[in-house]
């Protein structure tokens, strides 16, 4: 079964600095998709960025970059030079086999502080 | 282009109440699925509609939950008689065939 581990519940650093947060999966399938989403203190889902695993090189979009490691199941997210708008929780998530709907991980609550 | 609605923004009812929360995806999405956040917890998969039908509802947790989605395009969500362990935020997304899931802001839902 599909299975998203998000193993840090809470980061907290301080405005500039670099964070990361990590995201290791577990699936059976040899073609999948992996997912990122921001949930802002609003409320809503935001979709951040879906990676295909047959490409496994780093994404990078403005502050925001993804290193994504098959060999090790890892799909992790940075932000770089942190600012408190980035403060929300973050979740990794991976499709279900043969199946439209999303399996997530517990996900990370970030904090930002100025 | 208006995104997924979900209506209300929060509830709070009492235990043995019903509760009826409102999908609304964007125009022209034929999936549409609702997950939620118990606790702090994961969000969690409960079904999944294709135009009015129901493809995949292995999520749901119990008979108490009723999904609808009359004419393919809203959706609503009853639970009834809520319980305690049914509070938490429930979401709705929508997306094309083969394309991204597009989440609503969430519904909380309180019981107490």
């Known amino acids: 079964a599909q299975k998203v581990t998000q193993a840090q519940t809470e980061i907290s650093v301080v405005e500039k600095e670099d964070v990361t947060l990590d995201c290791v999966y577990e699936?059976?399938?040899?073609?999948?998709?992996l997912f990122w989403y921001k949930q802002p203190p609003s409320g809503e889902l935001v979709f951040l960025i879906r990676?295909?695993?047959?490409?496994?090189q780093n994404e990078i979009s403005g502050r925001y970059s993804w290193n994504f490691q098959k060999s090790t199941s890892s799909f992790n997210f940075t932000i770089t030079a942190s600012q408190v708008v980035d403060s929300a929780v973050y979740f990794c998530?991976?499709?279900?086999?043969?199946?439209?709907?999303?399996?997530f991980g517990q996900g990370t609550r970030l904090t930002i502080n100025p | 282009e208006a995104g997924v609605t979900q209506f209300p923004s929060h509830s709070v009812i009492e235990k043995g109440q019903t509760v009826t929360l409102r999908c609304d995806p964007i125009?022209?999405?034929?999936?549409l699925y609702w997950y939620r956040r118990v606790m702090g917890k994961e969000i969690k998969f409960l079904l999944h509609?294709?135009?009015?039908?129901?493809?995949?509802e292995s999520g749901m947790p119990n008979n108490r939950f009723l999904a609808e989605r009359t004419g393919g395009t809203y959706s609503t969500l009853k639970v009834q008689p809520a319980e305690l362990e049914d509070s938490g935020v429930y979401f709705c997304?929508?997306?094309?065939f083969g394309q991204g899931k597009y989440f609503g802001p969430g519904t909380r839902l309180t019981v107490t």
């Open positions: 509609f294709v135009k009015e039908s129901k493809q995949d």
């Open positions: 699936t059976r399938d040899t073609t999948y998709y």
């Open positions: 997304a929508s997306s094309h």
């Open positions: 990676r295909n695993s047959f490409d496994e």
């Open positions: 998530a991976l499709p279900a086999p043969g199946a439209q709907k999303l399996v």
């Open positions: 125009s022209g999405h034929d999936n």
